[in-house]
């Protein structure tokens, strides 16, 4: 419930960031007001893929058998850990020239008057977030234990776009307790966390079908000191893939993807050398 809103509210506060900048740039554009039907239009079309997508994993889904659907929820959980970790790297990377580089696409598909230009960049911005969320959401139910209630986490969704919507609104007034800067820093490392735990979720569906060892099953238990399905435990569980009685390969797996992530973050955040100056000639 509580990863669901969290993914849902983060994912949909950068998609209406993404077309924020745009509507901003095209309401204060000369031209720009022609292109805001194929700015919404190209929302619709990016939402109607991720809703595509959704389908398509929850088809996948109902035509496996039981050990099927274990190893296709495995390997989603998987990969929705990588993909938060290259997201969270790529606006690492990109995030200062984000806006720069949304409204060049823009003032490019208007000094061309190519508007279905304006309306693949939305489509494929919005696209983009939704599919990120869409896999999130499917690796995050599988990596838990069943699929949980449907109209709890449908209402955890809806929540979370509300609190996006409030989220943006607060964001946009420019102040300074919140800024975007705090924002994308302090969600950064949530997301950080939820990888690690969609790791760890993914990674206990591989041992259970004997595909990855365990090498020492279990390596300890703190059960008794704080269990992984009540409480504190269970929030550390979710957000960070605790657990009490945990295999040594995924303690190892673990711990490998922290440093993994520590050096794409040094990578990611590491600014370009400067050229190097001419050499001066001798006198």
Known sequence: ???????????????????????TWLRAAPQGK???????GGVAAGAALAVALALVLLGISSWLSDEGQEWFQGIMSLA????????????????RTLKSELEGGARTSVANDNWWGLF????????????ETVVFLYGTVSAGEGGGDMFKLALAGVGGFIAALL???????????????RFFRVTEILLLLLAGALLVGGLDRL???????????PIWDTSALLSDSTGLGKILADFA???????LISVLVWV?????????????????????SAARSAP
């Open 207 to 217: 041992i259970s079908l004997d595909v990855v060892p365990a090498i020492v099953d």
């Open 34 to 40: 022609r292109g805001l039907a194929y700015l919404w």
């Open 120 to 131: 693949l960049l939305v489509a494929i911005a919005v696209a983009r977030e939704g599919s």
């Open 241 to 247: 893939g605790y657990r009490a009685m945990p295999a």
């Open 80 to 95: 929705a850990c990588a993909l938060v970790v290259q997201m969270v790297i790529w606006m690492k990377k990109h995030g």
């Open 256 to 276: 490998a993807y922290w440093i993994l992530v520590w050096a794409l973050l040094r990578w990611a955040g590491a600014k370009p050398a400067p050229a190097p």
């Open 1 to 23: 419930m509580e990863q669901v809103l969290f993914i849902v509210w983060r994912e949909s506060v950068e998609a209406l960031l993404v077309v924020g900048i745009l509507y």
């Open 167 to 181: 989220t943006f609104w607060l964001l946009q007034l420019g102040g300074k307790l919140i800024t975007w800067r």
